[in-house]
């Protein structure tokens, strides 16, 4: 079973949302520091939002647009998308980090080590 799954992925019109849910596997979801991605054809990868108990970080570009999220009861993260462009059409990866200090729980990719497989989304009109 797959640490990490992610899904929710889906083609939308621009001003739309959606929820991408990330189902942790094998470990308590609020242990490990749970982080959200998403790379774009030949763009650099981008670090959205992160999670561990007592913090939460979303990065300022998608800030007012983003929301991050635990249910502890269910394992899953989720990552609320709102009033989506077609910049975001990317593939969006749910990954974690051991961390130490809730602190250090951010967005900077080189903590994480388990990483999901991705769902896609893509907004056109």
């Known amino acids: 079973q797959e640490p990490l799954v992610e899904s929710g992925g889906a083609s939308v019109m621009p001003g739309g949302s959606l929820r991408l849910t990330c189902t942790v596997s094998?470990?308590?979801?609020?242990?490990?520091?749970i982080g959200w991605f998403r790379q774009a054809p030949g763009k650099e990868r981008e670090g959205l939002a992160s999670?561990?108990?007592?913090?939460?970080t979303v990065a300022d570009f998608v800030k007012d647009r983003f929301t991050i999220s635990v249910d502890s009861a269910k394992n899953k993260v989720y990552l609320q998308m709102n009033w989506l462009e077609p910049e975001d059409s990317a593939m969006y990866y749910c990954?974690?980090?051991?961390?130490?200090?809730?602190?250090?729980?951010?967005?900077?990719?080189?903590?994480?080590?388990?990483w999901g497989q991705g769902t896609q989304v893509t907004v056109s009109s």
């Open positions: 094998g470990f308590p979801v609020d242990t490990e520091c």
């Open positions: 990954a974690s980090a051991i961390v130490v200090r809730a602190r250090s729980c951010d967005t900077w990719a080189g903590r994480y080590r388990k």
């Open positions: 999670i561990y108990p007592g913090t939460t």
